[in-house]
């Protein structure tokens, strides 16, 4: 069962996401979004550009050619909340491709320093630092110290190696072989 701060990945289909992907070594998703609520409906927080915004499960699954679902297991209620409850701080906040050139340069260099140094403008998000940002609140953090920049195939890999936390789920694959 799908529960609050569960996270989606996907993979976008403009040239932007395919950059992403590139940036990051290769990957198998260009975006992730955050699971807020599940009843009535599953409502996802996403930051594409040009916002953050909030799209029933369903709708995000028909948008984009590769969707998973990861499954985190062994987060508590009050764990949840926490992160839910910070998400929500960035979901009227616009995209900023900024922090995307800022995250890209990082992984190119395999460094931190541009998002650490960087990353100043409170009212914009990146998809990844937005999720990231939220699981800070409770703790955790990806297998990194810093949550500066977590880009989206560092969590779905981190999410893949660790079985006894996150189970990863594949919602969709409708992308050329």
């Known amino acids: 069962m799908i529960k609050p701060a569960d996270i989606i990945g996907i993979m976008g289909s403009v040239w932007a996401s395919k950059l ?3 940036a990051e070594g290769g990957g198998l998703i260009s975006h992730v979004g955050l699971v807020l609520c599940i009843a009535p409906i599953v409502l996802v927080l996403e930051t594409v ?19 998973f679902l990861m499954k985190a297991l062994t987060l508590t209620d009050n764990e949840r909340k926490l992160i839910v409850r910070e ?17 890209g340069l990082d992984e190119i260099t395999k460094t931190t320093w541009f998002s650490e140094n960087l990353y100043s403008s409170p009212d914009q998000a990146q998809c990844s630092w937005t999720v990231a940002q939220a699981y800070k609140a409770a703790g955790k953090y990806f297998g990194r110290t810093t949550s500066s920049y977590i880009g989206p ?13 996150f189970q990863v789920l594949k919602l969709k694959d409708a992308t050329p072989v």
Do not use: G
Not at 87 to 103: N, V
């Open 49 to 67: 550009n040009p916002e953050t915004r909030v799209v029933p499960l369903d709708v995000a699954v028909q948008q984009h050619p590769r969707v």
């Open 153 to 165: 195939n560092i969590i779905l890999r981190f999410a893949q190696s660790h079985p006894q936390f």
């Open 20 to 22: 992403i992907t590139w």
């Open 87 to 103: 998400a929500c701080k960035w979901s009227t906040a616009d995209y900023s491709f900024t922090k995307c050139i800022w995250a």
